[in-house]
C-alpha cells in the first residue's frame, strides 16, 4: 500500500513562491511514477506536472510550464513541487499523486492520492 503525505501549502502573494513536499511511505519509491495534480473550487481536477521513476524525465502543464519545476529524491521517497512566478489562478487544493505504472496526464492514471494542501495566491 502507498500512502502520500503533502505538506508546504499557504497564502502567498502574486509573483511570490511556494514549495510542496510529498513524503511517500511506500517500499520502493523508486519504482513508481510521482505527480501532482490540482483542484480549484468549481473547476475539475488538473494535471500539473508528473516525474517518471525510472529517467526522471518530468512533464507539466502548459500553464505552469517554465513557472513550477517537480524534482524527487528517492533516497527520501520524497518529491517535491518548486512554484515559483505565482499567479491568483494557481489558487488549488494540490495533491500528490502515484503510481507503479507510465506517467500520465489523467487522474485515472494514478491509483494513490495524498489528502490535499491548500495554496492560495492573492492579487
Known amino acids: 500500500q502507498v500512502q502520500l503525505a503533502e505538506s508546504g501549502g499557504g497564502l502567498v502573494q502574486a509573483g511570490g513562491s511556494l514549495r510542496l513536499s510529498c513524503a511517500a511511505t511506500?517500499?520502493?519509491?523508486?519504482?513508481?511514477?510521482m505527480g501532482w495534480f490540482r483542484q480549484a473550487p468549481g473547476k475539475e481536477r488538473e494535471f500539473v506536472a508528473a516525474?517518471?521513476?525510472?529517467?526522471?524525465?518530468?512533464f507539466y502543464a502548459d500553464s505552469v510550464k517554465g513557472r513550477f519545476t517537480i524534482s524527487r529524491e528517492n533516497a527520501k521517497s520524497t518529491v517535491h513541487l518548486q512554484m515559483n512566478s505565482l499567479r491568483p489562478e494557481d489558487t488549488a487544493i494540490y495533491y500528490c499523486?502515484?503510481?507503479?505504472?507510465?506517467?500520465?496526464?489523467?487522474?485515472?492514471?494514478?491509483?494513490?492520492w495524498g489528502q490535499g494542501t491548500q495554496v492560495t495566491v492573492s492579487s
Open positions: 499523486v502515484a503510481t507503479d505504472s507510465t506517467v500520465s496526464s489523467r487522474p485515472s492514471g494514478y491509483p494513490y
Open positions: 516525474i517518471r521513476w525510472s529517467t526522471s524525465s518530468t
Open positions: 511506500v517500499r520502493t519509491f523508486s519504482s513508481y511514477a
